[in-house]
């Protein structure tokens, strides 16, 4: 069968549909009976349409407008066009597709000429049964040739310049007609090739002199120190130039880069306007690190951000460089999710004003699981930013693993961009003119389909991973073969002088020019705004200012909370809700009513709810925030009939306010996208919340390197949640422990909040606290499990019009006698309340017991008031559900020591030393969780460590 796909367009039926026929056709099936065929079948899509098959009325619709005259009826097939030449016309076109298809695996695209001979393709006449003698043959390829035929010799001239050359396109993956259609036009036809000009030329001559010259230059100034050398991948510079430029052109606002450090100071200096000077100190060990530092450690040069207003013929573009550790890729999402954040904040709907480039190492592309992360959030609702332009500076080695069977299993490192179908343009780093076509290019795609595409920039590296190393020990083919070549610049002059276009002394100039700033230590580049005079995109003064113990009114009056309720339990006509959600919502109104306590579910919506309409914006994200994992939330309600989803909290203000998603099934790269979505805008409540609290060990690397330790090595502020479902009930050894002691060992000095809250009120005012303080510290919040629904982890709702979150709940039962206390066990999270109801049990009236909501930054002087308070205790007991070597036992011991008093002792009381978070067997757990809350409450002298059954005094301090 015919295949419907359509190529090119000819003047009769036969041969018009014949050229429709790509590599599917068989041209040993073609005979004259073709045409009674085809004639039958137009004669039936003329008259009735909808009985010819879709893939025969797609063919028909597709041709030009055939008239009586040109179809095939009362002639022979044979005095149209003889059955050989409507073989060798299909397979012409079948040749053209290979080209499409396979061209790029034959493109010129290693400056190095080292490219393994197998990764080709077979685009030879033979290969479609074609022979030499068709070479002067005339045939149909209008697309490119701009006539009705030419010969084949020149049609396969045209595809052999366009899909072997410099460029390799790799595009043919796309199923969508119109962005396929629209990338093939702009190859093929060349009235819709960029055009580059001879002032163009001499521009992107002038900024490979700018690459090249910073390198050298610090190369001789700086001998031996690492700076991870753009030398062999200079045309980046054009390439980032040509994309800013094109940003303004196209109306855009901003730019968000995020890249790792190969080549990252030559960007800075020569793209964003960094000064040469304040580089040059950083290598000489000068600081020159901001007030907001000043007790802060910093990072190594090249991990450094910046920002700069760039001029551009559309206006100014403001560029960011985001900071970023040496894990290469994770800064991937955060520039996604700081570029959703600019777009929210200029209500950029259409995803044209702010863009995100995201610049790679080719193994690191290959091999780094966020890349498919981040690519898999592309086009999701709560994270798409209408495309990223990828730029991959393919150095063609990761470290010193060059052997393509080693570093991946695809013949391009580019391979995963392929699953959200974004078409890659390969190109020699060393042609200059090929690199800034291809920019253009794939700047239009971006702005025209709003989907990623990606730039494989092919080039290498002149020195080794760093430029102490020696590749030569493991490279040494490809660093002999580096050694000879000549770099870009001086090729490039040496072309631009042949073409008459410049001088050798006027590209000689342009060297001596850029040499001359850099003694001086100017700005070098081009178009840059006085920073002075930079247009400031959020002012963060205040929050720089705010102090962790600020006080802040988190409450809300009662008539306030009713009026919310009451719009947050109004549905749509005919809104049909699940019968036990119906409940929810009911018992909700009630609870407003005071008639029945306040439960979590209530006590979080409402603060969510009183903050928008106070005119804070939320951000919610996880895997099931919706109705939340163990459906207690309901923020996203569906109508049992329809597919229609309602979302209360967006009406409570603007409906943009409130931006509410499931995520897809990542912690990495939706944690990291959150992190940069909260860095950017200080004035929306962003919260990310784990499925379970062990998730949060996908994003570990989120955690390490930016959320605990951004303001620390960059100043970064930020007010990003996290809400980690945290707690032992007997389900096994994972989702009970959102590991809580790694938090706290990456708690120092305020830079994060660690809160376990236990009442649905704390849990209120916490939130509240985290959007309303101008204090910008990420807050990690040991979420509950079955405290969602424990009938005593209850609030009254006058709770919520009064106090303030309490960082400690000291004993609440008034009957107990402070003097008569003997023992005071400190807990936090669920234990207590199975504490409290042993206590009970056992009728005892001479221990208090004493919750810890925050455990940093710690509350020395609120605890020492405390258990100075109980002055005939002489007994302190840390009491935990989590293994003694885990939780938060040994992350404070030394904190309780501090706010006791001296003839206090301190006792721990946990589950034993163990490697796992937790027992796997029900029974094993429920006996381990009744010998800790006994010894908990048990005399000494009858307490034994549960680390050592041998000895009563390991646990003790």
């Not at 080695?397 to 069977?405: D, E």
């Not at 595409?453 to 092919?458: E, N």
């Not at 840059?528 to 009114?553: G, N």
């Not at 309409?613 to 939330?633: K, N, Y």
Request: charged content about 25%.
């Amino acid at each position: 069968m015919i295949s419907a796909h359509p190529v090119s367009h000819n003047s009769n039926l036969l041969v018009k549909t014949m050229s429709k026929a790509n590599d599917i056709v068989d041209p040993t099936g073609i005979s004259s009976a073709s045409a009674a065929y085809l004639e039958s079948l137009y004669d039936d899509y003329e008259t009735a349409p909808d009985q010819v098959s879709e893939a025969w009325r797609d063919t028909f619709d597709s041709l030009d407008e055939i008239t009586p005259s040109s179809k095939i009826s009362g002639e022979s097939a044979d005095d149209l066009v003889s059955e050989d030449y409507i073989r060798r016309q299909a397979a012409v076109q079948r040749l053209i597709r290979r080209y499409q298809v396979y061209g790029h695996l034959n493109a010129k695209l290693d400056p190095l000429g080292l490219t393994d001979e197998w990764f080709t393709a077979d685009l030879s006449l033979t290969s479609v049964g074609l022979e030499d003698y068709d070479l002067k043959e005339k045939f149909r390829a209008d697309a490119v040739v701009g006539s009705a035929s030419a010969t084949l010799e020149s049609i396969l001239q045209i595809y052999e310049d366009t899909y072997c050359g410099s460029i390799g396109y790799e595009y043919m993956h796309i199923t969508d007609p119109k962005r396929l259609d629209w990338i093939q036009a702009r190859i093929e036809q060349e009235a819709l090739r960029p055009v580059i000009t001879d002032d163009d030329r001499r521009q992107i001559l002038r900024l490979l002199t700018m690459a090249e010259c910073m390198e050298t230059y610090l190369h001789m100034k700086y001998v031996g120190q690492k700076r991870f050398s753009l030398e062999g991948g200079e045309s980046l510079i054009p390439i980032l130039n040509e994309l800013v430029q094109m940003s303004g052109v196209s109306g855009g606002k901003e730019v968000v880069i995020g890249m790792a450090h190969r080549g990252r100071l030559n960007v800075l200096v020569n793209i964003l306007g960094k000064s040469p000077a304040e580089v040059f100190g950083e290598f000489e060990g000068n600081l020159s690190l901001g007030s907001n530092w000043s007790q802060e450690h910093g990072d190594v040069k090249y991990h450094q951000g910046f920002s700069a207003d760039i001029n551009t013929p559309g206006g100014i573009v403001h560029v960011a460089l985001a900071f970023n550790p040496s894990h290469l890729e994770i800064i991937n999402p955060v520039v996604e999710g700081s570029v959703r954040a600019r777009q929210h904040r200029r209500q950029d709907d259409a995803k044209k004003e702010v863009t995100p480039i995201l610049v790679h190492g080719d193994a690191a592309f290959a091999g780094q699981g966020v890349v498919m992360e981040t690519l898999n959030m592309s086009h999701t609702r709560g994270f798409e930013v209408g495309g990223t332009i990828h730029v991959i500076v393919n150095n063609q080695i990761g470290f010193t693993t060059s052997n393509k069977l080693d570093a991946r299993s695809t013949v391009y490192c580019t391979e995963i961009a392929k699953m959200v179908q974004a078409p890659i343009f390969h190109v020699n780093g060393d042609d200059p003119e090929a690199v800034v076509s291809v920019a253009r290019l794939a700047h239009a795609y971006r702005m025209t389909f709003h989907t990623d595409v990606v730039i494989d920039l092919v080039c290498y590296r002149r020195y080794g991973h760093n430029e102490a190393d020696e590749p030569m020990m493991t490279q040494p083919v490809m660093y002999d073969a580096i050694k000879k070549i000549v770099p870009v610049r001086r090729k490039f002059a040496m072309q631009l002088n042949e073409r008459g276009i410049l001088s050798e002394e006027e590209a000689q100039a342009m060297v001596m020019e850029y040499r001359d700033n850099l003694d001086r230590g100017e700005v070098v580049a081009g178009q840059i705004i006085d920073p002075a005079k930079m247009e400031k995109m959020v002012d963060w003064s205040s929050y720089f200012e705010a102090e962790w113990s600020d006080p802040v009114d988190t409450t809300v009056t009662l008539k306030k909370i009713r009026e919310l309720t009451a719009q947050l339990n109004e549905l749509p006509e005919n809104f049909t809700l699940h019968s036990r959600v119906k409940k929810i919502l009911t018992d909700r109104a009630a609870m407003a009513a005071g008639k029945i306590s306040v439960d979590w579910g209530f006590a979080e919506t409402i603060a969510y709810a009183s903050l928008l309409d106070d005119g804070t914006s939320i951000r919610l994200t996880g895997q099931d925030v919706g109705r939340g994992t163990f459906s207690h939330r309901h923020a996203l309600l569906h109508d049992q009939k329809s597919r229609d989803v309602y979302c209360p909290l967006k009406t409570i203000r603007n409906p943009e306010d409130c931006q509410l998603f499931n995520s897809l099934l990542s912690e990495e790269a939706v944690l990291g996208f959150e992190y940069g979505y909260a860095t950017t805008d200080p004035n929306t409540l962003v919260i990310w919340e784990a499925q379970f609290g062990d998730f949060a060990n996908g994003a570990q690397i989120v955690i390490d390197q930016f959320i605990s330790s951004g303001f620390a090595k960059w100043g970064r502020l930020c007010g990003l949640t996290l809400l980690l479902p945290h707690g032992y009930e007997g389900q096994g050894p994972e989702h009970s422990s959102a590991r809580l002691e790694r938090f706290l060992q990456l708690s120092a000095g305020g830079n994060i909040q660690v809160c376990v809250p236990t009442t649905p009120a704390q849990a209120y005012h916490m939130l509240r606290r985290q959007a309303l303080r101008h204090y910008r510290r990420p807050l990690v919040v040991m979420s509950p499990k079955s405290l969602l629904r424990h009938k005593r982890a209850v609030s009254d709702v006058r709770d919520l019009t009064r106090y303030s979150f309490q960082t400690i709940i000291d004993e609440v039962n008034p009957d107990i006698d402070r003097e008569a206390v003997a023992r005071v066990i400190l807990c936090t999270g669920k234990v207590f309340y199975d504490l409290l109801e042993m206590r009970e049990h056992l009728d005892t009236d001479n221990i208090a017991i004493v919750r810890i909501e925050q455990l940093h930054p710690f509350p020395v002087v609120e605890l020492s008031h405390i258990l100075q308070s109980y002055s005939n205790a002489t007994e302190i007991v840390w009491c935990q559900e989590e293994p003694q070597n885990q939780g938060a036992w040994y992350r404070i011991w030394h904190r309780i020591r501090e706010c006791r008093r001296k003839n206090q002792r301190v006792i721990c009381s946990s589950r034993p030393e163990a490697p796992s978070p937790a027992v796997g067997h029900y029974r094993l757990h429920l006996s381990q969780q009744e010998q800790l809350i006994s010894n908990a409450l048990s005399p000494v002298r009858n307490v034994v460590s549960i680390s050592d059954p041998r000895s009563s005094k390991a646990n003790v301090y």
